[in-house]
């Protein structure tokens, strides 16, 4: 019997209450447990001595009790006990608030091992309410756990410990031989024994790397088997091309890229039996918005409706007056639905998606939601949606009809990573950009220097230019808020007072967003201050100078985004950082942005300066939870590609009997999707 099946009430010391507790926490089961994996273990191992300590910091200090405990009684009827103590280099505070039992626990003159954040002041040096053992008891790594209110530390790794004792002396290990071998893993038995009780530091970090190693490879299988899956059939045949038709209709000629795109999403929705599930990738204003209306096009030309779903309302907008405009001499009707139009117009909008009185509906995510009904959809598109994860496509990919996905994409992520997150889709590269882009002149500047660039930029607005000033701030927060309009406030007064500027930020209503956004795109605002709401898509040829100010504290993908604002037409365009962070580091990410305009070595660059992690950190990437691996480690990222790969060619739905076990920690991975898509 598998110890999934097992139930935690089998375990001494849990009751229904603590069984309840364990639920919370999403541990259902023996087995659940055992893969209930410490958060971080607080290392009783090496004892810093007290002159030592640092501000701040977490440590631990072996320590003679010195004085008695003196209790007091303080506000709210709290107790607060403090009590010294000493080694060979220093004396330490320690307090503690509410504990009675304090002058028992700690005796003078015994050693104990205290363990906590210290705080250094005026008068010396302090931890508040350490967690301390005697010194005598101390073995080297305690495992901390995540916990709920209700359940200690002490009771969970109570129960642990006797969950691993009902682990039988042989476990089939899920992963195979050969692959232990190969990557040097150890055994899944000793990976769960000392990811939770650890002898060392050595033996922990074996525990981490086996346990990390199989969840980035059951992560890569179920994303390479769902790639291949063969889905229902797709019942949104389409047969004819009608790409040329809208092609010849339109003022510029396609770049070969885009012409590329184009044809391979319509042979995926015309050849093949399942549907398409394509990303079109490519930097910023290469043109995506044009592929995706070629889709819609021929979805609508073929007797199929077409949704095509914007991150913003901003950004719907925008695209509902591109495609109406494109399609004017064509016989398409098309349809905004977003969040801020009143109900009944709404309500006019869902009834002729129902009806099939409408053939494109453009509008936020909203858009496939349940309340929203089509009459034959034959295709979703998706623009510059992180958040559009694996989830969601086979989600949608499951709807009625089974519709074609096609996802665009600017997000320069490195390629490797690229194919690893986005390894359930076929992926085209646009890899040029229209003719006649010159690229963005981007400058960095302190704040010394902001006089002659807001000169500079006068001079552009009075040659009949627009300019963006990108405000430093984050964008929630009334405080914030605040400081983006005092910015504004000052500009309108002081520089920009002969100019027409308007302000834009998250906290305004979509209405009052749009309203101010239109007025930019008819060039009634020269100049737009803004947070960085304006981040991604928005298109304003006209536009020919961002500034950003404290730029530092954006991201170099996020800049990029942000110079991709400008540089749009054809007039010759400028991005303007401003920075007074001298630091050599902010300095050198800073001047990547001067050297090159190419999103991809950008993003190359920024994982050589800062790690993986913040690609992931604030952003999501629509990839299942992972428990124990994070992206930031590349390398074994990419060991267990290779690995997945190997065992794929040995059996490419896993159903050999050896990957049997392999194969159930896939399936409840991916549980999100209906059974039969993984099988
Ligand atoms: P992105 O890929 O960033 O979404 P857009 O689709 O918004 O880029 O296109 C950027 C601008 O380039 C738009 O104004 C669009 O009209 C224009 N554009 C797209 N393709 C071409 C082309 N082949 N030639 C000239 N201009 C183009
Ligand atoms: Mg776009």
Redesign the pocket.
Known sequence: MSLYDVELSSIKGLGKTRCALFEKLGVHSVGELLRFYPRTYSDWGDATPISEVANGEKCMIKATVSTAVSTARISGGRILSKVQAADDSGVIELVFFNNKYISNMLKFSEEYCFYGKVTRDLYGFSMVAPEFKKSSEVDSITPVYNLTSGLTNRVVINAVKQALQMLPETIVDPLPYEILKKYNLCSLRTALVNIHFPKDADSLRKAKARLVFEEFLVLNLGLRILKKRKLTETSCKMNEDYSQEFIASLP????NA?KTAIVDCVNDMRNKKSPMNRLVQ?D???????VAAAVCYNCVKNGYQAAFMAPTEILAQQHFN?LSAMFAPFNVRVDLLIGSMTKSQKDKVRERLVNGETDIAIGTHALITESTKFKNLGCAIT?EQHRFGVEQRAKLAQKGGHPHILV?S?TPIPRTLGLIIYGDLDITC?DEL???RQPVKTMLIDSKKRDRALSFIRQELDDGKQCYIVCPLVEEGELDLQSAENYAAELMLKDFAHYPIGILHGKMKAKDKEAVMNSFLEGDISVLVSTTVIEV?V?V?NASVIMIENAERFGLSQLHQLR?RVG??QHKSYCIMVSDNHNEETTQRLSTMCKTNNGFEIADEDLKLRGPGDFFGNRQHGLPQLNIADFSDMESLYKTQEAASYILNISPDLSDNSLKGLKAMVNLLFSFLDSSTMN
């Open positions: 510029y000629t396609l770049t885009q490519g910023v204003g290469c043109g995506k918005t044009v591109n623009d665009l600017a646009i229209p003719p006649g898509g298109d040829k991709g749009r037409g």
